[in-house]
């Protein structure tokens, strides 16, 4: 590795391995901060270079980027300057995003300015454009708008206009072809006044630029403006400059140098994005991902009603202006977002374990498995970077909550029996996922931080665990917020009707349980049933390919699942419907606004802590009587185990 020297007007820069001062021009070639050492450059402008260099405080020592501060022209210094330093800031305001380089440094040394970042080794999206055999299609694109638009909604969400989306701006990494976003040097943050978008001041770049960018009137829309620009080039090959409007025909004719066609209903899509006024622009990242999946998922409607829906979503009426819900109860479908989502039927594996004695006298036991196929409802929600999560629809009904005194080891807080009817909802078909989970946790705070890969046991598809009560309704929040609709943790009436599935067994299964259909202590035995293995881990979720007869995996055993109820000994004075049975200070609620945004949802503030919460399903390293339909566990909110997760919930 050679030494780079950073004095910007050294002629010889490059300088072997070891040497304390630059051959050329004698200066010190000691690494910036005592760490970052610069070994080549990347590319130089008229503001500055920038280098790849090595992180030697680590001892993996990490590639990194160092972007220095040196404008050739004095007269254009001081906007050069602060475009930098705004950089800095916004990298900052944003903190961390799996597909925004992180910011590692900000400073000045030897009277200069550095900023650090991670590096990212991939290719921008100009360059590939340049090596590729051919143009992007229509698959492509939308596979690229699906990976950047939760990138932007994130950076709105945080109140930042990026204002530069183009293909310079946008990096594939190489090791799994994620992309990046990046060059944070033009953004702004959308309420403050700025001498940065002040009249005359040229940010942004032409073509790829919205026109009330252009007048200093930048909005989030712009940078939807800005990404549709950037699909037509990558599409046509041509710059999304007058060539691809017409005035004459007052509008876009980009489609007229596609080399590959494109469906019309797509097409409805991208002209939205790039409408020049913005009252018939998309409003928002989500709206556009809602068109697409709409698209995908093959309607049969008209696009253009769908798109203009979502641009100009309809008002809701005057008494559902502000709602307030526990996030516990149901909550009226009629006006909430989950309308939105179009319910697909799905076919899966129900499992009955029957007990089958041979030998002499019957004394043998061995268990037989019986398969049928059923078929339920369900709809699919986008996180981003192709994370998406399943909520399956359970219909309204009336069980029996709780065990009988008959049931071989239950417990007494189980008792006593009693009816409970039970409204429609959804909830998730497996356990929530560390890849879910990773996806979420950069969303922006709520209420508390969370765990980056709080896992115990690593798999993207394993349920995600080691986490709190607490965690657990943040995480609710956050996807709250990012959907516009209510996600929740199901009540503990909800969590044992879904669980249950129409049976009254000890288990979905019926009377016993086998380790070839779940994961827990197979080592011991339930009733009549016999040994099996005991894994002594999570395992990936819905991996034994059987569902109860609602189309819920993994019921039984895996993780423990947090309800959202706080713990009672018993079920003396229970309601006699599903909703939360609260303790008598608690008062968790959340408020959904008009436009499906959560502006209030279980904080710290509102959530008074009533001691134990309540966790249901048994876990990998529990006996089967602890994974029972009805078997209840307490715990503190503030508790994390290895074998602690929980599943979603929305009405």
């Known amino acids: 590795m050679s030494y780079y ?23 010190s070639l000691a690494p ?101 055999a051919r143009l992007f299609d229509e698959g492509e694109i939308i596979q690229l708008l699906r990976d950047l638009l939760p990138v932007l909604s994130f950076i709105h969400s945080s109140g ?8 310079d701006n946008i990096i594939r990494r190489s090791t799994d072809q994620s992309l990046f976003l990046i060059d944070f040097g033009a953004a702004k943050h959308a309420v403050s006044e700025s001498a940065l978008s002040a009249p005359g001041t040229v940010i942004g770049t032409p073509h790829y630029d919205a026109p009330e960018q252009a007048v200093g009137q930048s909005t989030f829309a712009s940078d939807i403006y800005g990404l549709g620009a950037t699909c037509v080039h ?43 006024e913005l009252k018939h622009r998309f409003k928002s990242s989500e709206a556009v991902l809602q068109a697409l999946q709409l698209l995908t998922q093959g309607t049969g409607r008209s696009t253009a009603g769908i798109v203009s829906a979502l641009v100009n979503p309809v008002p809701p009426p005057p008494k559902a202006e502000v709602k307030k819900i526990r996030p516990n109860k149901t909550v009226d479908t009629s006006s909430s977002s989950l309308s939105v989502f179009e319910l697909k039927n799905f076919k899966f594996q129900v499992a009955t374990v029957a007990l089958k004695q041979t030998g002499l006298f019957g004394l043998v036991n061995s268990c037989e498995v019986y398969k049928t196929t059923k078929e339920a409802e369900f709809f699919t929600g986008y996180i981003g970077l192709g994370r ?29 029996q009693r009816m409970v009817k039970v409204a429609p909802f959804f909830i998730g078909k497996y356990p929530v996922t560390q890849e879910q989970w990773d996806m979420v946790v950069t969303l922006p705070k709520i209420s508390r931080d969370l765990k980056a890969s709080p896992s115990n046991f690593k798999g993207l598809n394993r349920p995600v665990e080691r986490v709190s009560w607490h965690d657990a309704i943040e995480f609710c929040a956050r996807l709250s917020k990012k959907m516009g609709q209510v996600y929740r943790l199901p009540s503990e009436a909800e969590w044992e009707y879904a669980c249950r599935a129409g049976t009254n067994t000890p288990f979905h299964f019926g009377m016993t349980i086998t380790s070839d259909l779940a994961n827990y202590n197979g080592e011991k035995t339930y009733g009549f049933g016999t040994k099996g293995k005991s894994r002594r881990e999570t395992t990936s979720v819905g991996s034994f390919q059987v569902a109860n007869a609602f189309g819920l995996y993994d019921m039984h055993g895996n993780v423990w699942e947090w309800c959202a109820d706080p713990w009672h000994d018993n079920y003396n004075d229970a309601p006699n419907d599903a909703r939360v049975w609260e303790g008598d200070s608690n008062e968790d609620t959340a408020i959904l606004e008009p436009d499906g945004t959560i502006s209030q949802f279980a904080t710290e503030e509102n959530a008074v802590d009533n001691g134990y919460r309540i966790l249901r399903g048994g876990s990998w390293g529990n006996d089967p009587h602890d994974c029972r339909s009805a078997c209840r566990l307490r715990d503190l909110p503030t508790s994390e185990y290895s074998d602690y997760g929980f599943r979603i919930a929305c009405s």
């Open 160 to 167: 930042v206009i990026h204002r530069d989306i183009k293909p």
């Open 32 to 132: 910036l901060l005592g760490r970052y050492r610069p070994s080549d450059a990347l590319a130089k402008g008229a503001f500055g270079k920038t280098f790849i260099a090595v992180d030697e405080a680590k001892p993996s020592k990490p590639k990194c980027v160092i972007k220095q501060f040196a404008p050739k022209d004095p007269a254009s210094a001081s906007i050069a300057l602060r475009l930098f330093q705004h950089e800095a800031e916004q990298l900052d305001r944003l903190g961390k995003h799996p597909q925004i380089p992180e910011l590692m440094a900000h400073f000045e040394q030897d009277q200069r300015q550095y900023i650090v970042q991670e590096f990212v080794d991939g290719q921008n999206l100009k360059d590939e454009l340049k090596s590729r």
């Open 388 to 416: 998406t999560f399943e909520m399956v629809f359970i219909p309204g009904g009336t069980f029996q909550m709780g065990s009988p005194e008959s049931e071989s080891d239950r417990k007494p807080h189980e008792s006593p």
């Open 5 to 27: 020297c950073l004095n910007p007007n050294c002629q010889t820069p490059q300088n072997p391995e070891g040497a304390k001062a630059c051959l050329k021009c004698k200066e």
């Open 234 to 276: 990558l599409m046509t090959g041509e710059s999304p400059n007058y060539r691809l409007y017409s005035h004459a025909e007052g509008g876009w004719v980009w489609q007229k140098y596609l080399k590959m066609p494109v469906s019309d209903k797509f097409k409805d899509i991208l002209d939205r994005m790039l409408a020049r």
